[in-house]
């Protein structure tokens, strides 16, 4: 008898917790750090879902050269474009004030 073996390509990426919605609106807005070291940025998506809505948080680090901040103000971020359907593959998650927030996520599409 052959021996079944399972190619581990598609499997992989089809395991795990994936949200599909919809983007409503996408801001950022930097802060400094306790130990006064600099600022971060966190983008905040927010997501439609059949129901219900899910906040996708984002840290930046302004030195990565992904977002831009002028002083406490971000000029520049990786926004999502509104309207548009997105797909993440969801690595770490919370529940706060009953709403679904998303701490880490890949983009899928």
């Given at each position: 008898?052959?021996?079944?073996?399972?190619?581990?390509?598609?499997?992989?990426?089809?395991?795990?917790?994936?949200?599909?919605?919809?983007?409503?609106?996408?801001?950022?807005?930097?802060?400094?750090?306790?130990?006064?070291?600099?600022?971060?940025?966190i983008a905040r998506?927010?997501?439609?879902?059949?129901?219900?809505?899910?906040?996708?948080?984002?840290?930046?680090?302004p030195k990565d050269?992904?977002?831009?901040?002028?002083?406490?103000?971000?000029?520049?971020?990786?926004?999502?474009?509104?309207?548009?359907?997105?797909?993440?593959?969801?690595?770490?998650?919370?529940?706060?004030?009953?709403?679904?927030?998303?701490?880490?996520?890949?983009?899928?599409?």
């Amino acid at each position: 008898m052959a021996e079944k073996t399972n190619g581990t390509g598609q499997n992989e990426k089809l395991n795990g917790l994936f949200v599909r919605g919809v983007v409503m609106s996408s801001t950022a807005k930097a802060l400094k750090r306790k130990d006064g070291t600099g600022v971060f940025v966190i983008a905040r998506h927010e997501l439609a879902l059949q129901p219900g809505l899910a906040v996708w948080e984002a840290f930046h680090d302004p030195k990565d050269g992904k977002v831009k901040v002028d002083g406490e103000t971000v000029t520049e971020f990786p926004k999502l474009t509104d309207f548009q359907q997105v797909t993440l593959k969801v690595l770490r998650w919370e529940e706060k004030d009953k709403r679904f927030v998303i701490k880490d996520a890949e983009l899928v599409t």
